[in-house]
């Protein structure tokens, strides 16, 4: 090849990627006002805030079983010392 069809080649693919960037952004510019997209963020928005109130509430009642448990434990503790 010869040095004007490389920078010819070159400037060709440089003006496709700039096209591309530019229909992306245009695409990215219009999806926030698309109703079924901000369906679909608000659908995604309640799924995540639920999965983390479960997360929690499993959370509070896998403590609540280990400090249970511990005072078991502590009981059991202390009714040894009784016997000695």
Do not use: C
Request: proline share 1%; charged share 25%; hydrophobic share 50%.
């Amino acid at each position: 090849m010869s040095d004007g069809s490389t920078w010819s080649v070159r400037a060709a693919d440089r003006r496709r990627r700039a096209v591309l960037v530019a229909a992306v952004l245009v695409a990215l510019a219009r999806l926030p006002r698309d109703r079924r997209f901000q369906e679909h963020v608000l659908t995604l928005a309640v799924v995540l805030a639920a999965a983390v109130a479960i997360g929690r509430e499993n959370q509070a009642r896998a403590l609540a079983r280990l400090i249970t448990w511990d005072e078991r434990q502590y009981q059991r503790y202390l009714s040894t010392l009784k016997k000695v």
